[in-house]
C-alpha cells in the first residue's frame, strides 16, 4: 500500500509564498512522474506543475515564473514553492505520483489535499 501526505497549505496574504510537501511512503519500487494539481470550488481539477524522475518539469501558464515544482528522490518527496501569489491561486491542491510497487504492480496515486487560500 502507498500513501501519499501533503503538508504546507494555509492563508497567506496576495503576494506571499507558501511551501507545499508531498512525502510518499509504503511498498514503493519506484516513483515516475510527481505532480501537482488544483481544484478551486465549482472548478475542474487542472495541472499546476509536474515533474519527471529525471528533473524535467512543466507548468500551466497560470503558475509560470511563480511557482517552482522540485523533488528529492531520495525521501520520495515532491515540493511545490509558491510565490507571488494571487487570490486565483486559492484552491485544494492535490499531490499526484505514478508510483511501481512492490509486488511490481504501476499506479496513480492521490494526496488527500491541502488547502491554500490567498486573500487580496
Known amino acids: 500500500q502507498v500513501q501519499l501526505v501533503e503538508s504546507g497549505g494555509g492563508l497567506v496574504q496576495a503576494g506571499g509564498s507558501l511551501r507545499l510537501s508531498c512525502a510518499a511512503s509504503?511498498?514503493?519500487?519506484?516513483?515516475?512522474?510527481m505532480g501537482w494539481y488544483r481544484q478551486a470550488p465549482g472548478k475542474q481539477r487542472e495541472l499546476v506543475a509536474a515533474i519527471s524522475s529525471g528533473g524535467n518539469t512543466n507548468y500551466a501558464d497560470s503558475v509560470k515564473g511563480r511557482f517552482t515544482i522540485s523533488r528529492d528522490n531520495a525521501k520520495n518527496t515532491v515540493y511545490l514553492q509558491m510565490s507571488s501569489l494571487k487570490p486565483e491561486d486559492t484552491a485544494a491542491y492535490y499531490c499526484?505520483?505514478?508510483?511501481?510497487?512492490?509486488?511490481?504492480?504501476?499506479?496513480?496515486?492521490w494526496g488527500q489535499g491541502t488547502q491554500v487560500t490567498v486573500s487580496s
Open positions: 509504503g511498498s514503493i519500487f519506484s516513483i515516475n512522474d
Open positions: 499526484n505520483a505514478n508510483i511501481i510497487t512492490i509486488p511490481l504492480r504501476r499506479g496513480d496515486y
